[in-house]
């Protein structure tokens, strides 16, 4: 399960700063969200090692 | 619920509440109409075939970061969901949301309109599926 840092402030039931899954993202376009920069990839440290 | 005036529909687009660039909305539900007719009938007859959706949007455009343009540009070519409501509101029986998942966007116009006209966009998406929610 891939989660994402909110960035923008108009993402639907979510504030700058949250995070967000790609499961409460199905549906959504999410290399666009990320494109347009209202989200960010979060790197975990399972990921950073 | 009475009649009302449109006033604070809610319209998200890829997950991005755009409501507040909204200057008109359109959810266009329909079912293709199969015909059925055979032999013997004295008129037409017809089936519900598969959904036919489309929604029109108009937005006034706004190029600052996330906002308007920089949510619809990567869209263009691809599928999405939308959902639409009449208000802003919590989803109720008198305030159903209705989200078409799936919906795919042809194009749009990064700039349109005339000298003295406030900069806009139209956009229209086609296809996808609609269910309706009441709570």
């Given at each position: 399960m891939a989660t994402y840092k909110v960035v923008a402030d108009n993402i639907a039931g979510k504030n700058p700063g949250d995070s967000i899954t790609d499961e409460e993202l199905e549906g959504t376009n999410i290399a666009a969200l990320l494109e347009s920069g209202h989200i960010t990839k979060t790197t975990s440290k399972k990921e950073a090692e | 619920?009475?009649?009302?005036?449109?006033?604070?529909?809610?319209?998200?687009?890829?997950?991005?509440?755009?409501?507040?660039?909204?200057?008109?909305?359109?959810?266009?539900?329909?079912?293709?109409?199969?015909?059925?007719?055979?032999?013997?009938?004295?008129?037409h007859s017809f089936?519900?075939?598969?959904?036919?959706?489309?929604?029109?949007?108009?937005l006034?455009?706004?190029?600052?970061?996330?906002k308007t343009e920089a949510t619809i540009f990567p869209l263009v070519g691809t599928t999405t969901t939308v959902v639409v409501k009449s208000d802003s509101g919590a989803v109720s029986a008198t305030n159903p949301s209705y989200t078409i998942a799936g919906t795919y966007l042809e194009g749009s116009q990064p700039v349109a309109g005339a000298v003295g006209d406030l900069?806009?966009?139209?956009?229209?998406?086609n296809g996808g599926t609609m269910t309706k929610a009441t709570s």
């Open positions: - | 619920m009475a009649i009302f005036v449109l006033k604070n529909a809610s319209v998200t687009i890829n997950s991005v509440d755009l409501s507040a660039y909204v200057t008109s909305v359109t959810v266009d539900y329909k079912v293709d109409a199969v015909e059925s007719t055979a032999m013997g009938a004295s008129g089936t519900g075939g598969l959904q036919s959706n489309t929604i029109t949007v108009n006034n455009q706004d190029f600052a970061a996330t900069a806009a966009m139209a956009l229209t998406f």
